[in-house]
């Protein structure tokens, strides 16, 4: 009897506490950003500014040997100017930092270990152990590869030969970190990228882009795959399906685009991502500041550079992302798998194309409410319209629960918005012959309009703080929530272990 009161109490404690880990989980997350200046990944992963020299090594073994040497092809397709369709991997993220990160490196003899492949197939740590090995016997100054002299390798690339096999073995490419500390010459190893040189060099298929999509991982970035029943970013990103730029959220990620921050109705305007280190964050009224968390980001785009084989117009298209980039509770550092929420997940993802149906917004088109919802269910209260693509310039209208934001001035290079336009051209005509007496009025009249403008903000940034300090009640409330909740299970499993005790008693009781 007591065993079987016990298991129940077990039981609804376990289910207790993954009730708390679903319901306060995102509350508990350790990492937090609230700076996007440079890149947030720590220094063991590739850096994503300024001069960087990666070494190269191309690695044989017993059984398989490479047909000739690789060097001259390995440069082609990291180092190289690449070509109209298939840039290199430093021209691309040349294009893609906006010049902020020139990627050069060199690429050593081969190294032939002596082992069969799959000897070391079983610990991938031993077998580049054993190259790095071979490198310190030839004397290779590791230093050259640490310009920043942050006492870690730049980067690293290990290409080696032989068939790949399938994306659960170790001969796939991939990357990873070397989280350990394994250092040789005094220098530690940091990121790395373990590539296949029969992929890379296969003529069917643009196969250099594994490359770029392995290097996206050096510098600290995630996977964006998606399962095929759900949505994700459409195979439009580097990090999804090896096409495309990378996406603004983790240009942002990386230090590359410091986006403007919109909290309240707005115009704003955005110039192309494509060549331009341009995009907004479109919060809810709740967010905290943490740059990982929910919201929204927009980004204008055109069909040049890394983003030339998009199919959209010559005049360019705007894109609206939803990100949920809270981290998980257990974690307290900054990593590649530190979300939440994973786009190969159903439900909830870590970053997503607003709309599967339609990923390019042009002139006029608008994004209600609706579409903006957060996954926690609540409504965000956004509604978007793209107002003007012209001259290479995007210009947006963010509005909050409907409320549209005063007219803008207008730009030398957009045209008005749709609803500042004037309402005839004999009104305009009229206006230019007014008196100066009556110039002198409605100069009058516009600072009188200033004023109650001026008014008018105030009020607007009293009912957005009166929000803010609503939304802080509710996450007050929300909190002590989990707080009652442990103290009501504590009550009843201790009136159960009670009740069982008098019970017992009771059974002596009668026995005797």
Sequence with gaps: MWMSKLKKVMSILILSIAFLIAYIEPAWAQVVIEETDDSIFPSWF??????VCALVVPVEFSDYHFEEDPKAQLERILWSEGTEHVPSVSDYFQKASYGKLS????????????????TYGRNHVDWIEAVFEVLA?????????????????????????????????SWWPYSDTFYWDFSISGIRLGSYSSLSYEL????????????????????????????????GTG???MMDRNEGDEDCFSKMLLGWIHPQVVHESAWITLSSASTMPSAAVIVPESWDGNYLSEYFMAEYITPEANQRTQNISQTGAVRIWHVNAATSAWTNEITPSMYRYQNSGNGAKLLTVL?????????????SEQQTGLYTGESSGISIKIENIQDGRAQLCIMYHGKKPAEPEKSPELSEPINSVSESEGAVAEESNILESESAAGESETSQEMQTSQVQEGEDREENTEGIIQNTEKKKVAAIIPVVFIIVVAAFLCYLLLSDKKKNKKKKKRKK
């Design 103 to 118: 990627l050069k490196g060199e690429v050593q003899p081969v190294v032939t270990l002596p082992e069969v492949r799959s």
């Design 200 to 231: 890379l060099t296969a003529p069917a298929a643009f196969r250099q882009f594994t490359a770029i999509h392995e290097t996206g991982h050096q510098l600290g970035l995630t996977d964006y795959y998606a399962s095929a029943t759900q949505s």
């Design 46 to 51: 590739m850096p994503a500014e300024g001069d």
């Design 235 to 237: 195979a439009s990103v």
């Design 355 to 367: 709309d599967m149906d339609q990923q390019w917004y042009g002139s006029g088109d608008i994004i």
């Design 137 to 169: 016997q030839r004397g290779v100054d590791f230093s050259r590869f640490d310009q920043n002299q942050d006492g870690i390798l730049d980067g690293l690339y290990l290409v080696w030969a032989g068939p790949a096999q399938n994306a659960q073995s």
